[in-house]
């Protein structure tokens, strides 16, 4: 079945610093995958998604994110936070076909000035 | 604009009770989505629904139940509520298929506490 894993609860950053978020999946073929970021209080807004072609992939909000089949990951990075970036960043997986996401446990980020 | 809300925002019920979470969008979206968020959980699909009259389970949906009689609603019902259940949960929808998977819109979340 396929998965996603956040291996970081909670990840502290000063502002102006770069951020990398990890995400890795389990799926057995090309996935769809996604980043979604969750402000105090509120719904998820998608940052950026993955379905095939250029590995490197631009978002919303100054972030991105790098596919690496090799690697079953697709980490999330900004080269500057600011302090506006504090949230929870979800990784999701999506099964083709269905338009259902899979969604890892959430990396909760925040931003000491 | 279109958008998607959910009601009530925040309920305190009794275990044993009947609950219904409504989930009203106006993007003409043929899927839409329940999930429950839950710490050290994330996002766990409850059901889930491709059209009218359609309606699926997702992996968390015992104690739950969801009908779709037209487009713009999928209203979630807990039909005898546990304490279990209180957690935050999000309705989602989106368009069909092709480069619009997986771009769900989310409501702002119901809060429901059980005691």
């Known amino acids: 079945a396929q998965s996603v894993t956040q291996p970081d609860i909670h990840i502290t950053v000063s502002e102006g610093a770069s951020l990398e978020l990890r995400c890795n999946y389990s799926?057995?073929?090309?996935?769809?995958l996604f980043w979604y970021v969750q402000s105090p209080g509120q719904g998820l807004q998608l940052l950026l998604k993955?379905?095939?072609?250029?590995?490197l992939v631009q978002g919303i909000k100054g972030f991105e994110a790098e596919f690496k089949r090799s690697q079953s990951s697709f980490n999330l990075r900004k080269p500057s936070v600011h302090w506006s970036d504090a949230a929870e960043y979800f990784c999701?997986?999506?099964?083709?076909?269905?338009?259902?996401?899979?969604f890892g446990t959430g990396t909760r980020l925040q931003v000491f000035p | 604009d279109a958008e998607i809300t959910q009601s009530p925002r925040h309920k305190i019920t009794e275990t044993g009770r009947q609950v219904t979470l409504a989930c009203h969008q106006t993007?003409?979206?043929?899927?839409m989505f329940w999930y429950r968020q839950d710490l050290g959980h994330g996002l766990r699909l409850i059901h889930y629904?491709?059209?009218?009259?359609?309606?699926n389970k997702g992996e968390v949906s015992d104690g739950y139940s969801v009908s779709r009689s037209n487009t713009e609603d999928l209203p979630l019902t807990l039909e005898s509520a546990a304490s279990s259940q209180t957690s935050v949960y999000f309705c989602?929808?989106?368009?069909?298929?092709?480069?619009?998977?997986?771009?769900?819109?989310f409501g702002e979340g119901s809060r429901l506490t059980v005691l």
């Open positions: 629904s491709y059209g009218v009259h359609d309606t």
């Open positions: 799926y057995g073929a090309t996935p769809y």
């Open positions: 999701a997986v999506g099964e083709k076909n269905t338009d259902k996401l899979i």
């Open positions: 993007w003409n979206h043929n899927n």
């Open positions: 993955y379905f095939s072609g250029d590995t």
């Open positions: 989602a929808s989106s368009a069909s298929g092709g480069v619009n998977t997986g771009e769900l819109f």
